[in-house]
C-alpha cells in the first residue's frame, strides 16, 4: 500500500511521527485514518448481521445487489461531478478489456459478498472472523496453483500454524452449522480467487487502480450479475412489507456505511505502512470477535480463544515475519518512551480488559449476553 514510499519514510510512519503532505496539511495523524477504517469495517460486519439475522431480513443476495447499486451510483456521481476519481483515465479501459479482466474478477468478488452475506444467517459473527484467517492460506495456495508464485514448502509450514488454530477454533464452537461453515469457505476461496485475478490485472504498471477506482469498475458488473441471481432467488418470496419492516433508511444507512469503508481505504492508502496495516486488521479482528460476544452473545468457548489465538499468531508471523515484528515492537516501545506517561497508561488499560474479558468470556462455554441472541433460520 506504501510502495512509492522509501523504507525511511515507512520507518517515519510506522511509528507514527510522519505522514505525507497532505496529513501535514491537514495535521490529521494517521492513527485517525486507521481508526476510521477499523471502525468503519467493524460497522459493516456488524450492520451486516444485524439486518441479516437479529431484523429478520433474510434476503442476503439482495442485500448485496443493493451494495452494489449504490455503490455504482455513487461512484458514478463521483465520477461526474468531482475529481476524486480523475486518476481512471490514465486506465486504459477498452471494452474487450473490460469483458476479458473486469468482468471475471466483478463475478468472483459477487460471489465472495454473496456466500459471506449468507453465512451470517447461520454462523456467528465471532466465528466467521475466525474462518477468514484462513484467507491468507486459500490466497497462497491460489498463487501457486495458477503459477503466480513458486511453490515453497517453508512458506507452506509458516501458514500451517494459522490452519492448526483454526482447526483447534472450529472443534470449539457451540453453533457449528455445517452448511454455513461450507458457505463461507466458498466465500473465502471465492475471494481469493479475486484476488489472483486482480494481481494478474495489476502485475501491469498501466492498470494501477486504487479501490475506489476499483469500484467504479467493478460495482456495475456485480450489481448485474447479483441482480440476476437475485431475481430468480429471492425476489419471488419477496415483499415491499420486507422493506418497509427494515426501513428504507435502514437500507440507505446500512449501503452508505459500506461504501465509505472503500472511501476509507483510500484516505488510508499511503497515510502508513503495511507492517502497521497487517497489526490494525489483526485488532480488527479480535474487536469484532469481542463486540460479537458483547452485542449478539456469540458464545465463545476457551478452545476458540486458544485456536483463534494460535492463527493470529501465525497470520501475524507470516505476514511480517521476524523482523517486522521485532520493528513494530521497536516502534511501539519508542511511542512509549516518547510519550510514557498516557501511552503506558492506555497500553495498561488495554491490557488489564482484556485480561478480564478474556477470564470472562473463558469461564463458561457460553457466556452471557448483553442482547438477546436471536435464532438464525434454519438451512
Not at 35 to 55: D, E, P, R, Y
Request: aromatic residues 12%.
Amino acid at each position: 500500500m506504501a510502495n512509492d514510499r522509501t523504507s525511511q519514510d515507512e520507518r517515519k510512519l510506522e511509528s507514527g511521527n510522519a505522514a505525507n503532505s497532505e496529513s501535514k496539511d491537514l495535521n490529521i495523524h494517521p492513527a485517525v485514518y486507521i481508526g476510521l477504517w477499523i471502525t468503519l469495517s467493524g460497522s459493516v460486519i456488524l450492520f451486516n448481521k444485524w439486518v441479516l439475522s437479529a431484523a429478520n431480513f433474510n434476503f442476503p443476495l439482495f442485500l448485496t445487489t443493493w451494495h452494489m447499486a449504490f455503490s455504482t451510483a455513487m461512484t458514478q456521481i463521483l465520477a461526474r461531478f468531482t475529481h476524486i476519481l480523475d486518476s481512471r483515465h490514465k486506465v486504459p479501459m477498452t471494452p474487450r478489456t473490460y469483458a476479458r479482466a473486469i468482468l471475471p474478477i466483478g463475478i468472483m468478488f459477487s460471489l465472495s459478498l454473496i456466500c459471506g452475506n449468507l453465512a451470517y444467517l447461520y454462523l456467528s459473527v465471532s466465528f466467521i472472523q475466525m474462518l477468514k484467517a484462513t484467507n491468507v492460506v486459500v490466497t497462497l495456495v491460489a498463487t501457486w496453483s495458477f503459477g503466480m508464485a513458486p511453490v515453497n514448502f517453508k512458506v507452506l509450514g509458516n501458514v500451517a500454524l494459522i490452519v492448526v488454530g483454526i482447526m483447534i477454533a472450529s472443534f470449539g464452537e457451540i453453533k457449528f452449522d455445517m452448511f454455513g461453515f461450507l458457505v463461507q469457505i466458498g466465500g473465502i476461496i471465492f475471494e481469493a480467487l479475486r484476488l489472483v485475478m486482480v494481481q494478474r490485472l495489476l502485475s501491469s504498471a498501466e492498470f494501477k487502480m486504487d479501490a475506489l477506482v476499483s469500484l467504479y469498475y467493478y460495482a456495475p458488473a456485480c450489481a448485474f450479475f447479483n441482480g440476476v441471481v437475485t431475481l430468480f432467488t429471492e425476489i419471488p418470496r419477496m415483499t415491499m412489507t420486507d422493506i418497509y419492516t427494515l426501513g428504507i433508511s435502514t437500507l440507505i444507512a446500512n449501503a452508505l456505511v459500506a461504501f465509505l469503508l472503500n472511501v476509507s481505504v483510500v484516505l488510508l492508502i499511503g497515510k502508513t505502512s503495511a507492517v502497521v496495516l497487517t497489526m490494525a486488521g489483526i485488532l480488527k479482528d479480535i474487536l469484532l470477535v469481542v463486540a460479537s460476544i458483547l452485542i449478539f452473545g456469540d458464545p465463545v468457548t476457551s478452545q476458540q480463544f486458544l485456536g483463534y489465538g494460535i492463527a493470529l499468531v501465525g497470520l501475524a508471523y507470516y505476514k511480517l515475519g521476524a523482523a517486522g515484528i521485532n520493528s513494530f515492537i521497536s516502534d511501539l516501545r519508542l511511542q512509549l518512551a516518547n510519550n510514557s506517561g498516557k501511552s503506558k497508561l492506555i497500553i495498561a488499560a488495554v491490557i488489564a480488559g482484556g485480561f478480564f474479558f478474556f477470564m470472562y468470556a473463558g469461564s463458561g462455554s457460553s457466556p452471557a449476553p448483553v442482547a438477546a441472541p436471536v435464532a438464525a433460520p434454519a438451512p
